[in-house]
C-alpha cells in the first residue's frame, strides 16, 4: 500500500469546526482508499460501517477479494488456478515463499518435506492421554503445540532458517500426526510412512511407493458427443443420440486396504495369540506366553510379523479313517511356523486401473398434436474394470491324479532330497496347507481388484402431454436387463458368487435389476366452478389434483448353502449356491400362486439339495462340501406396486398474500409392496425363502398449509 500523490480530502465536523486530511492511498489491485486511523484522534468521531462494506480492516500482501466481481487472489494467483493446476505442496511451498516455484525448487521442497514425515517416537505418546472419543482436531492441535518441546533447536522466530524448517516440520508432520489422532479414535495401531527403514529394524523394511501402488494416479479419456437431427424438417419428428465414458471414482476402500497389510498392521483371526504374535497387541495374555507390547522407546523385532511355512501334519490322526488308526494323513490341520497364516491378508493390485462406464443412447421423438408427445429409445452401458471383492486364495481341490503339492518337506515334518508331501484329500482342515499362497490362510485372505464389468441395455417409452387447458401428463415404461458379475464392492466381505477364480460362476442378472418399470404421473386443474362467483368460487373452484402411479417388477436373489463350498475355505460367509434337484432349474424353482399365496416360500424348498460332500481318496465320506450349480439372481423377487395422491388449493388472500392447503396420501390404497425373502439358506428349511418384511411405507396421510408472502 503505498500513500498517493494526489490531492487530499478534507472532512469537517459541523459541531466542533475542526478539520481532518484524509490521505489517499493505492494499493496493487482494486480502488484507492482513505486513511482513517487519525479520525478519532482529529474530528472525536468514529465511523459507522457494519459488515465492513466500504472499509479494508488491514493491508494484506497475501489475499485479494472482490465478493461482487468473484474474485479470489492468492499471491496474485487466481484460487481456482491453484486447485485446479497446482499440488498441495507447490502451493504451501507459495505460502512460504510468495511464489510458485520453478522444477528444481519444487524438487528441494518435496525433499526437505519427505525428510521430516517421521515425528518423535516419544511424541505419539500424548495420544495415550487422550480419551478414545476426543475430537481430531483437538488432538491435532495439542500434539502440533508440542511440537516446540520436541524440537526446540529451531524456535528462534528471529532466524529466518529456523523459521523455514520449522515450517518444512510442520507441513511434513501435520498428515503423520492427523493420521495418528485418527488411528487413536479407532484404537488402532499407528501406520508409518516406507522411511521406517531408518529405524534398521529385522523384518521392517518398507519398499513400496508412498501410496504403496506403482501407479498414483490413473489417466482417463472421457471423451462425449451427442447428435439431434430433424427428420423431416416439419419441427415434430427429431432424432436424438449421445456417447460417452465416465470414470468410476475409487472411494479408497481399496486402497485403504493396504495399511492393513504386513508388516505394518497385521490383524488376527483365532484371538488366542502365541509368543511373538501381533494378534491383540494391546492385549497381552500370560496365560499363552504372551509377552504383550515391548517397553516405551523399545522397538522389538519380536513384534515384526514372521513368514509362515508349512512344517508338518499331526503324527496321529484318525479323520477320515478307521476308528484307532495311527499314522501321518494329510487329512488334519497342518502347522505352520511363524506368525502370518493366523493374519488378515488385503491384496490390491499395484497397478490399479481406474473404472470407466460407457453410455450410449439413440432416441425418436415425435410431436403428435394437441400437446401430445411420443419418445421411444434405447439407452445402454457397459462397465469396465469395475471393483471386486473375492478371494483369489482359495484352497484347490486336490485328488490322487492331480494331488496338492507342499515342495521342500514331507507330511510328517523330516526334510531332505526330494522332500515333498503330496496331499490327495479336500478337507475342511487341511484347507490351509492347500492354499495357492501357502503361508496365508484362505480363510484371512482378501482381493480388491477392478477385474468386474457390467452390461445393461433397455428400451424406454414415453408419452406425455406438455401442461395445457390445465392439463399435464406423463407416462413411462422401461424394459430393461443388466447383467454383472458383482453389484457391490464392500470392502468386509467377498462380493463374488461360487468359485473365485472364474468371474463368469459369479454372472447373473444384478441386484438392482427390474425388467418392467412403468411410472405414470399427472396433474389436473379441476374445471368445477373455476369461473364461479363469490364464495362458492372461492371456496369449491381453483382446486387441483395429481398422483403417480408406479408398477416395476421385483429384484432379483439368490439361495444359498451356507455349508457349502466349505472345501475352499472362503473368506466371507454364504457364497456358495445349493445344488438344483432333477429337473429343476431357475425357471421352475419358484413357486406358484398370487404373491399373498407365496409368502410363506416364495420358492420351493424342493428344488434345491445341499452341496455334495466331496469323498475322500480311500472312498470314506469327508467333512468339505463343494459349489452349487444354481446360478446368481436367477430367482425374482414380489413385484411393487404403488399409488400416490395429492388434492390442493390457493387461496388468493391478496395481491401478494396467498394461502396454500394440500392434502397427500402416499400409498393411497394402502397396497403392500413385499421385500425379498430375509433368508433362502437351504441348510434352514423352516425359514427358507420366506417373506416377512415390504419396502415402503403403509398409507400416509399428510396435510400442509403453507402461507406465502
Given amino acids: 500500500m503505498s500513500v498517493s500523490a494526489a490531492a487530499k480530502y478534507e472532512l469537517k465536523n459541523p459541531a466542533t469546526s475542526r478539520a481532518a486530511e484524509l490521505k489517499i492511498m493505492s494499493g496493487t489491485l482494486g480502488p484507492d482508499v482513505l486513511d482513517i486511523s487519525h479520525l478519532t484522534r482529529d474530528l472525536g468521531v468514529f465511523t459507522y460501517d457494519p459488515g465492513f462494506m466500504s472499509t479494508a480492516s488491514t493491508e494484506s500482501k497475501i489475499t485479494y477479494i472482490d465478493g461482487n466481481a468473484g474474485v479470489l487472489l492468492y499471491r496474485g494467483y487466481p484460487v481456482e488456478q491453484l486447485a485446479e493446476h497446482s499440488s498441495h505442496l507447490e502451493v504451501a511451498d507459495l505460502l512460504i515463499n510468495g511464489t510458485l516455484p520453478t522444477k528444481a525448487q519444487h524438487r528441494a521442497f518435496r525433499d526437505s518435506i519427505t525428510r ?56 511434513a508432520k501435520l498428515p503423520t500426526i492427523a493420521a495418528a489422532a485418527y488411528k487413536h479414535s479407532l484404537g488402532q495401531p499407528f501406520v508409518y510412512p516406507k522411511c521406517v527403514n531408518k529405524y534398521n529394524l529385522p523384518g521392517l523394511t518398507g519398499t513400496q511407493e508412498r501410496t504403496s501402488l506403482s501407479n498414483n494416479y490413473a489417466t482417463v479419456p472421457e471423451p462425449r458427443i451427442g447428435l439431434a437431427y430433424d427428420l423431416f424438417g416439419h419441427h415434430n419428428t427429431s432424432i436424438r443420440a449421445g456417447y460417452g465414458i465416465y470414470s468410476v471414482r475409487e472411494d479408497l476402500g481399496a486402497v485403504d486396504n493396504l495399511s492393513f497389510s504386513p508388516p ?22 500370560p496365560a499363552t506366553g504372551f509377552p504383550g507390547i515391548p517397553p516405551l522407546g523399545v522397538l522389538s ?28 494323513f494329510s487329512q488334519c490341520g497342518a502347522s505352520f511356523s511363524g506368525n502370518v497364516s493366523s493374519l488378515i491378508a488385503l491384496q490390491v493390485p499395484q497397478h490399479w486401473v481406474a473404472g470407466t462406464t460407457q453410455q450410449w443412447n439413440l432416441t425418436v421423438q415425435r410431436e403428435l398434436g394437441r400437446q401430445w408427445f411420443l419418445e421411444v429409445g434405447y439407452v445402454g452401458t457397459k462397465g469396465t474394470h469395475l471393483r471386486s471383492t473375492y478371494d483369489p486364495a482359495e484352497a484347490t481341490l486336490a485328488s490322487p491324479q492331480k494331488p496338492v503339492i507342499v515342495p521342500g518337506v514331507n507330511c510328517n515334518g523330516t526334510k531332505g532330497a526330494g522332500a515333498q508331501c503330496a496331499i490327495v484329500d479336500n ?79 459369479s454372472r447373473g442378472l444384478g441386484d438392482f435389476d427390474r425388467r418392467h418399470r412403468f411410472v405414470t404421473s399427472a396433474v389436473y386443474q379441476l374445471p368445477f366452478f373455476a369461473k364461479a362467483p363469490g364464495l362458492t368460487g372461492t371456496a369449491l373452484g381453483g382446486w387441483e389434483v395429481s398422483g403417480v402411479l408406479t408398477l416395476q417388477s421385483g429384484l432379483p436373489f439368490t439361495p444359498v448353502d451356507s455349508a457349502g463350498g466349505s472345501a475352499y475355505a472362503l473368506s466371507s460367509p454364504n457364497l456358495a449356491t445349493p445344488t438344483f434337484a432333477p429337473g429343476r432349474n431357475c425357471g421352475n424353482a419358484p413357486t406358484h400362486g398370487g404373491t399373498e399365496s407365496r409368502l410363506g416360500q416364495w420358492v420351493d424348498f424342493n428344488a434345491y439339495q445341499k452341496d455334495a460332500i466331496i469323498p475322500l481318496a480311500s472312498g470314506a465320506t469327508g467333512d468339505a462340501t463343494g459349489f452349487g450349480n444354481a446360478g446368481r439372481n436367477c430367482v425374482i423377487g414380489p413385484p411393487q406396486k404403488n399409488i400416490d395422491f395429492t388434492i390442493g388449493k390457493m387461496f388468493r388472500l391478496t395481491e401478494r398474500q396467498n394461502l396454500r392447503f394440500q392434502a397427500e396420501f402416499f400409498n393411497l390404497f394402502n397396497h403392500p409392496s413385499f421385500a425379498n425373502p430375509l433368508a433362502a439358506d437351504i441348510q434352514s428349511p423352516s425359514s427358507f425363502a420366506q417373506i416377512t418384511s415390504v419396502v415402503g411405507t403403509p398409507r400416509l396421510i399428510q396435510f400442509s398449509l403453507k402461507y406465502l408472502f
Fill in 116 to 171: 521430516h514425515t517421521m515425528i518423535n517416537e516419544r511424541l505419539l505418546r500424548f495420544f495415550q492421554g487422550f480419551h478414545h472419543d476426543a475430537h481430531p482436531m483437538a488432538m491435532v492441535s495439542a500434539v502440533v503445540a508440542s511440537m516446540a518441546a520436541f524440537y526446540y533447536d529451531t524456535t528462534d522466530i528471529h532466524d529466518p532458517r529456523h523459521r523455514e524448517i520449522f515450517a518444512h516440520r510442520i507441513i
Fill in 264 to 285: 505394518f498392521f497385521p490383524i488376527a483371526i483365532n484371538f488366542l495369540p502365541g509368543q511373538g504374535s501381533l494378534a491383540n497387541l494391546f492385549q497381552p495374555n
Fill in 301 to 328: 523385532p519380536a513384534f515384526v510379523p514372521q513368514p509362515s511355512f508349512f512344517t508338518t501334519f499331526p503324527a496321529t490322526c484318525t479323520l477320515g479313517q478307521p476308528s484307532g488308526a495311527t499314522g501321518t
Fill in 427 to 505: 478337507t475342511v482342515e487341511n484347507a490351509p496347507a492347500r492354499s495357492p499362497f501357502l503361508g496365508i490362510g484362505p480363510a484371512n485372505f482378501e482381493a480388491f481388484a477392478p477385474n468386474s464389468d457390467s452390461h445393461y441395455h433397455s428400451l424406454q417409452a414415453t408419452l406425455g402431454h406438455h401442461y395445457s387447458k390445465g392439463l399435464y401428463w406423463q407416462s413411462a415404461y422401461t424394459y430393461s436387463k443388466e447383467i454383472d458379475d458383482v453389484s457391490n464392492a464392500t470392502v468386509s466381505f467377498d462380493t463374488r458368487f461360487n468359485d473365485q477364480k472364474i468371474a463368469r460362476n
